[in-house]
């Protein structure tokens, strides 16, 4: 894929996407768990946090319906509004987990007005990526789930599976709807200057196996504090530059994508890799934008060269075209990053250990697994090709792993 845009017609382009879509993200990935103990949800502590939320998004991803029961009350909250909800499954090393959300999922459809709330199904995350199942049991599920909604006229609904990209291969893009990505540059180690141009290059990758069919992006973020990993500095400086970069250039180029996440989220295990588990969110533990708003503004906004090319220090030049109004925001946020609270990829982790004492458990290690996913690994012509720098990092990033 090359650029063929012209910068005023890139500049047109911009405009026009975020005059179409004048929330700032298209969905975010959220957890319905009280974002300071975890506790489970309320319709009502849901109706609040959607309160919170309706500035940035009308769309939500959550990981598994039976993790606290929580798909209820996010649909019972969401009755007679505009949001939409992706409702995942969650599969584990056995079909039990998967089995129990499956049948929440179907109780949930003869309650709820699925063709109007939900706007995909989700089967697995990242269970490929955690060797739990293999491709072509993820793309059974995944037929399987499509089976039983059709069968209530519900077949219309997509559904897809979420694996990280070295995970995603042709028997899934042939199983799903569309192919849902997950890639994080800050797991691969690459300093900000390079994440923007390190996260389109898996995109086109996917793209090319992909064929005919939709490539969302469903996570991608930047943590704001914690440790760094490799050349990957968690600051809420860096959060916001990727966060600029990144979604002024899926606009640009009509990629569809989940921002990881909604919440700071204190509950998260924080022994993960590089102790960044509790800083993802773009809104703190009290529920407080961490970047002074507009959160990023795409006006004359260009994207670095060509595909596959060394990053400029484009991301840089663009960080600077605000700098008078971020100097503002940077005081806001360095104190919010001083916070305990939320963390993007442990979002599942903690449902591992919730697993052994009830149904919540189906959620399990969800999270956690969402931010180590993206080594640096290659993919080609349709096959996933690792390559021995990425069997080492991601030996890494497992080996600092807390997750089961």
């Known amino acids: 894929m090359k650029f063929t845009l012209t910068l005023a017609a890139m500049a047109a382009a911009s405009a026009t996407a975020m005059a179409a879509d004048s929330l700032p993200f298209h969905a975010l990935s959220y957890n319905a768990k009280q974002i300071k103990t975890g506790d489970c949800p309320t319709v009502d502590s849901v109706r609040d946090d959607l309160k919170v939320l309706e500035d940035f998004t009308k769309e939500v991803r959550i990981y598994s319906v039976n993790d606290c029961k929580q798909g209820e009350p996010i649909l019972r909250a969401m009755e007679n509004t505009d949001w939409k909800v992706q409702l995942g499954l969650w599969v584990g090393k056995d079909d039990s987990s998967y089995e129990a959300d499956k049948k929440e999922l179907l109780r949930l459809a003869g309650l709820f007005d699925f063709k109007k709330q939900v706007s995909a199904v989700i089967v697995g995350n990242e269970a490929v990526y955690r060797e739990e199942q293999t491709q072509a049991q993820i793309a059974a599920k995944v037929k399987d789930t499509k089976s039983a909604l059709t069968k209530l006229g519900l077949g219309s609904i997509p559904v ?3 694996e990280t990209w070295p995970s995603i291969d042709k028997t899934i893009v042939d199983a ?5 990505m997950h890639a994080f540059p800050f797991w691969e180690g690459v300093p900000i200057e390079g994440a923007q141009d390190k ?4 995109i086109y990758d996917i793209q090319k196996i992909a064929g005919t069919k939709e490539v969302v992006v469903g996570e991608t973020g930047w943590p704001s504090d914690g440790g760094n990993y490799g050349d990957s500095a968690p600051t809420l400086k860096n959060e916001k530059q990727y966060m ?23 509950w998260k295990p924080t022994t993960n890799a590089s102790d960044v588990e509790t800083h993802w969110g773009i809104l703190d533990g009290d529920k407080k934008p961490k970047i002074t708003l507009p959160m990023y503004n795409c006006k004359g906004f260009v994207p670095n060269g060509t595909p596959g090319e060394e990053s400029q220090s484009q991301s840089e030049s663009n960080g600077e075209s605000d700098a008078s109004a971020n100097d503002s925001s940077d005081a806001d946020e360095s104190d919010a990053d001083g916070k305990d609270d939320n963390d993007a990829s442990d979002e599942l982790l903690d449902l591992e250990s919730e697993s052994a004492d009830d149904q919540s458990g189906a959620a399990s290690g969800l999270e956690s697994e969402e931010t180590e996913t993206s080594g640096a690994m290659s993919v080609a ?4 090709l690792s390559t021995a720098a990425a069997i080492a990092f ?11």
């Open 160 to 162: 897809t599976t979420s």
């Open 244 to 266: 600029k970069e990144f979604i002024c250039r899926a606009n640009l180029e009509n990629i569809r994508y989940v921002w990881f996440s909604a919440f700071d989220e204190a």
């Open 381 to 384: 012509g349709g096959n996933v």
């Open 176 to 180: 799903v709807d569309y192919v849902n």
């Open 199 to 202: 996260m389109f290059q898996h």
């Open 394 to 404: 991601s030996a890494a990033a497992l080996a600092a792993s807390s997750f089961v």
